[in-house]
T-cell receptor, first 111, second 113 residues
Framework: RKEVEQDPGPFNVPEGATVAFNCTYSNSASQSFFWYRQDCRKEPKLLMSVYSSGNEDGRFTAQLNRASQYISLLIRDSKLSDSATYLCVVNINNQGGKLIFGQGTELSVKP | NAGVTQTPKFRILKIGQSMTLQCAQDMNHNYMYWYRQDPGMGLKLIYYSVGAGITDKGEVPNGYNVSRSTTEDFPLRLELAAPSQTSVYFC????????????FGPGTRLLVL
């Protein structure tokens, strides 16, 4: 079983749609959780951290369920500029800050 | 601040050649990392460093070496290039141990033929 597993993509949605990405992680010792965004042929950039209570940043909402070892990202009112690959990332604090990346879920927002 | 810089941007190597991928950061970060990303895959950690003079293996260290003589620089060395090392290499840095954001460089695309 992969340490971090994401929905296989790609997701093709029209502008204005709401889209949700799911992610599961296998190590119950995982402490920190993130969503990174990666544009085609570019470096990953932090989209948002994921907190236990859930958190929102504009059109983006992240949720964490520690009992189920599950993380989600919800994007409302999709824009063309949201087209990218979204990476679910987990940090296990007893491993010196090493991040474990999911394989990514590609999102394509169409006009 | 330039952030994290990497050179070269692209390189073609022949099997058996060696090269060094350069990485530098000007944010005074303690932690630095090297990842590789194969097509359609997530990033895999090659090596990391928690400070000058300290390095440790990640998930896929075979075929690579690193050094960290200064806080700013973290070069990655390929001694005998193999086709399996064809990938995109990303360097990253963070202030501390993962609670902080990791900042990535623009990547080096390496093709081994």
């Amino acid at each position: 079983r992969k340490e971090v597993e994401q929905d296989p993509g790609p997701f093709n949605v029209p502008e204005g749609a709401t889209v949700a990405f799911n992610c599961t992680y296998s190590n119950s010792a995982s402490q920190s959780f993130f969503w990174y965004r990666q544009d085609c042929r570019k470096e990953p950039k932090l989209l948002m951290s994921v907190y236990s209570s859930g958190n929102e940043d504009g059109r983006f909402t992240a949720q964490l369920n520690r009992a189920s070892q599950y993380i989600s990202l919800l994007i409302r009112d999709s824009k063309l500029s949201d087209s990218a690959t979204y990476l679910c990332v987990v940090n296990i604090n007893n491993q010196g800050g090493k991040l474990i990346f999911g394989q990514g879920t590609e999102l394509s927002v169409k006009p | 601040n330039a952030g994290v810089t990497q050179t070269p941007k692209f390189r073609i190597l022949k099997i058996g050649q060696s090269m060094t991928l350069q990485c530098a950061q000007d944010m005074n970060h303690n932690y630095m990392y090297w990842y590789r990303q194969d097509p359609g895959m997530g990033l895999k950690l090659i090596y990391y460093s928690v400070g000058a003079g300290i390095t440790d293996k990640g998930e896929v260290p075979n075929g690579y070496n690193v050094s960290r003589s200064t806080t700013e620089d973290f070069p990655l060395r390929l001694e005998l290039a193999a086709p399996s090392q064809t990938s995109v290499y990303f360097c990253a840095s963070s202030y501390s141990n993962g609670q902080e954001t990791q900042y990535f460089g623009p990547g080096t695309r390496l093709l081994v033929l």
